[in-house]
């Protein structure tokens, strides 16, 4: 089992930016895959960022893209999602999930094992 604790998400004005993390424990393995995911009031949970096992590969959706960047350190077993240039509809609770081996194109909910509780992130226009 692997056990995922995101960070405090928060209220931020529109343009802001906010770093989220993840840190993992339990049986984790560095050859994990991360990803990111948020669901809005009245949404299906959706894909945000992924991150392969080595770091080498990352993919976003294209809401996001350009803005939000994602990155993990190995050593402290932990993912971080970097928010930028925040707009009202980036508001969500933001998940963070893991998968044994994969790669970041794992995007659809159901390819992910392990979830985190979820932090909200508001973000003011």
């Known amino acids: 089992q692997v056990q995922l604790l995101e960070s405090e998400g928060g209220l931020v004005q529109a343009g802001g930016s906010l770093t989220l993390s993840c840190a993992a424990s339990g049986r984790t393995s560095s050859s994990h895959t991360m990803g990111w995911f948020r669901r809005a009031p009245g949404e299906k949970r959706e894909f945000v960022a992924a991150?392969?096992?080595?770091?080498?590969?990352?993919n976003y959706a294209d809401s996001v893209k350009g803005r939000f960047t994602i990155s993990r350190d190995n050593a402290k077993n932990t993912v971080y999602l970097q928010m930028n240039s925040l707009k009202p509809e980036d508001t969500a609770v933001y998940y963070c999930?893991?998968?044994?081996?994969?790669?970041?194109?794992?995007?659809?909910?159901?390819?992910?094992?392990?979830w985190g509780q979820g932090t909200q992130v508001t973000v003011s226009s």
């Open positions: 991150i392969s096992w080595s770091g080498r590969g990352t």
């Open positions: 999930a893991a998968r044994p081996y994969g790669s970041s194109r794992e995007t659809k909910p159901n390819e992910y094992d392990y």
